[in-house]
């Protein structure tokens, strides 16, 4: 069954985990996955854009995450997953408030898994690499940038969201009971790069 909530909203996310409850009894996982990116340069951003990226990906993070964490916490078990980003770790001109947002998210991450740990609730984050999805659009319907894109990745291309889903189901499920406060990165070794050369020495 889906439910429509509202992250900017605290009382619509209320509402959709008391429906969430009323309807199975209980929250086994939860997953954040707002994210809204402007992409400008840093100076050319003006307030009421930055805050409309850091109360959507930041701010819609924290209130599904404190909410989703009560009823966890009454069971003693639970699982969260926060989307965060390789932006947290590498940016891009016309990427910082973005990347700013989702390096918090890796270390609100790390703090509600802290918290939480003692009441038996994990809380990890994903860092997904360069995906096809409505937000990076602007980039793959660029043929130079899309394939610019794709060779930065050590695969060589670019994911499809379904495959995001093996690390989200290993996070949720009892085969990562033993992690928490982690950021797994499945970004076809985006980050392990450290820029392409070429061209490529001979070995």
Known sequence: TALHVDVRDTAS??????NVMRQHGKLDFALTTPAVNLRKRLLDYSEEEF????????KGTFRVARVCARPMMERKRGSMVLMS????LNVEPGQSIYASTKAAIAQLTRGLAVELGPHGVRVNALAPGIVATPLTQPITSNP???????????LGR????EEMAGPIMFLASDASSYLTGTTIFADAGWTAIDG????????
């Open 85 to 88: 980003s390789i932006r947290a």
């Open 196 to 203: 392409r050369f070429e061209p490529q020495l001979k070995t």
């Open 158 to 161: 670019w994911a499809e969201p």
């Open 13 to 18: 996310v209320e509402t959709m985990i008391a």
């Open 144 to 154: 130079v940038w899309n394939e610019a894109y794709a060779k930065r990745t050590a």
């Open 51 to 58: 805050d409309r990226v850091v109360e959507l990906n930041l």
